[in-house]
C-alpha cells in the first residue's frame, strides 16, 4: 500500500488550485452533482491533448499561478517550457499517451508533479481526470466534457473537504480497519485519494505520525474501479508487509 507522507504543507496545501479551477469555487459540489446528472457524459470523442487544453495547468500550485493557452501548447509541442511569468520554474511532459499525460514541475520550493487521465465510458464518452501531487499532498478532480458549451465540468474535488466528493465515494478511517480495532473518532485522519492503475483511483487514510496508530495497522484496501456509469468500491484485506 502506497502511504503518502503529508507533513507540514497539509494546511497549506489544502488551498491548492483555488484560483487554478476550471470552474469558480463558489459552486459546490451538490451543484457540481447536479450538473453532472443534467449533462450526460459526452459520446463526443476529444484526444487527451484535447482535454489538456481545456484544463487549467498550473505552474506553480500554492501561489495560484497557470499556463496560458500558448503555453500549453507549446508544452505539448517541445515536451518543456518556462512559464514567461515564473522563469526559475521548468515544467516537463516526461509521458504523453492516448489517455496519459504526466507533468513534472521543478525550481519550487517543493517539485510537483500532475496527472491527467483518461476514464473510458462503455458508451464511449470519458471522465476526465487530473491529479496534482505537491508537497506530499495528492489532490484529485474529475470532469465531464460538455459539447454543446465546448467545456469541462467539474463532477468530483477531493479538495472540498467537508462540502462532499461529488461522484466519488466518501470514507473514514474506519472503513480500513475491523469493528475491533475501530477509532471512537474519525475526525483527526485525512483519507487520501490517489490515481492507482487504469480506471482505477486508490483511497488511503493517511497515518503517519498518528499516535492512534502506534499499535495498529490498517486492515484493509479501498479501490474505486470506474465501470463506465460510477466507481465500484473494492475492499480487500490489505497485506502489511
Known amino acids: 500500500?502506497?502511504?503518502?507522507?503529508?507533513?507540514?504543507?497539509?494546511?497549506?496545501?489544502s488551498l491548492l488550485m483555488s484560483g487554478c479551477s476550471s470552474i469558480n469555487k463558489s459552486s459546490n459540489i451538490d451543484e457540481m452533482q447536479k450538473t453532472e446528472s443534467n449533462n450526460e457524459i459526452s459520446k463526443e470523442y476529444l484526444k487527451i491533448t484535447d482535454y489538456f487544453m481545456l484544463l487549467q495547468v498550473p505552474y506553480d500550485p500554492v501561489l495560484e499561478g497557470c499556463l496560458s493557452e500558448e503555453e500549453k501548447q507549446e508544452l505539448l509541442n517541445k515536451r518543456?517550457?518556462?512559464?514567461?511569468?515564473?522563469?526559475?520554474?521548468?515544467?516537463?511532459?516526461?509521458?504523453?499517451?492516448?489517455?496519459?499525460i504526466e507533468i513534472q514541475g521543478e525550481g519550487l520550493a517543493d517539485n510537483y508533479s500532475s496527472q491527467?487521465?483518461?476514464?473510458s465510458h462503455e458508451n464511449g464518452g470519458t471522465l476526465v481526470g487530473k491529479e496534482i501531487s505537491f508537497a506530499q499532498r495528492n489532490l484529485i478532480e474529475l470532469f465531464t466534457f460538455d459539447p454543446q458549451n465546448k467545456k469541462l465540468v467539474l463532477v468530483a474535488s477531493t479538495s472540498d473537504g467537508e462540502e462532499g466528493l461529488g461522484i466519488l465515494p466518501k470514507f473514514n478511517v474506519n472503513d480500513f480497519l475491523s469493528a475491533d480495532n475501530a477509532l471512537p473518532s474519525t475526525d483527526g485522519t485525512p483519507i487520501i485519494y490517489y490515481f492507482e492503475s487504469e480506471n482505477t483511483i486508490g483511497v488511503e487514510p493517511y497515518?503517519?505520525?498518528?499516535?492512534?496508530?502506534?499499535?495498529r495497522t490498517i486492515e484493509y484496501t479501498i479501490y474505486l474501479k470506474?465501470?463506465?456509469e460510477k466507481f465500484e468500491i473494492i475492499k480487500e484485506a490489505a497485506t502489511n508487509s
Open 207 to 215: 497515518t503517519w505520525m498518528q499516535e492512534e496508530f502506534e499499535n
Open 1 to 13: 500500500m502506497k502511504i503518502r507522507k503529508l507533513g507540514a504543507g497539509l494546511i497549506i496545501i
Open 226 to 228: 470506474w465501470n463506465g
Open 80 to 100: 518543456i517550457l518556462k512559464p514567461k511569468s515564473c522563469q526559475e520554474v521548468t515544467i516537463k511532459i516526461n509521458r504523453l499517451s492516448d489517455k496519459e
Open 116 to 119: 491527467i487521465k483518461l476514464f
